[in-house]
């Protein structure tokens, strides 16, 4: 299993940015996705969860109405979609999926808010 996450980086304040995490090693078309971020010091936070389909999504209180979780299975890729970007979006952003109860995570990709 591989999930490599990228499209992170520095943005103003009301900034977007769209983050792709691209798998293999799975079946991904059927498998829920999800993307956590995480601040040092504090637990991995869940910000968006999407079923195999794309049909069923999931976000955050602090995201929703901001963020928008995706998924394209043909090519094996799941993406957030960031707008209206605030510094306390700060984090470093993880791709996840768990198969057969064992939780699988990309090296993540910083994000960084800040004028």
């Known amino acids: 299993v591989q999930l490599v996450e990228s499209g992170g980086g520095l943005v103003q304040p009301g900034g977007s940015l769209r983050l792709s995490c691209a798998t293999s090693g799975f079946t991904f078309s059927s498998s829920y996705m999800r993307w956590y971020r995480q601040v040092p010091g504090k637990e991995r936070e869940l910000v968006a969860g999407?079923?195999?389909?794309?049909?069923?999504?999931i976000y955050a209180a602090s995201v929703k109405g901001r963020f928008t979780i995706s998924r394209d299975n043909a090519k094996n890729t799941v993406y957030l979609q960031m707008n209206s970007l605030k510094p306390e979006d700060t984090a470093v952003y993880y791709c996840?999926?768990?198969?057969?109860?064992?939780?699988?995570w990309g090296q993540g990709t910083q994000v960084t808010v800040s004028s």
């Open positions: 999407i079923d195999g389909a794309g049909g069923s999504t």
């Open positions: 996840n999926v768990r198969l057969w109860g064992v939780h699988y």
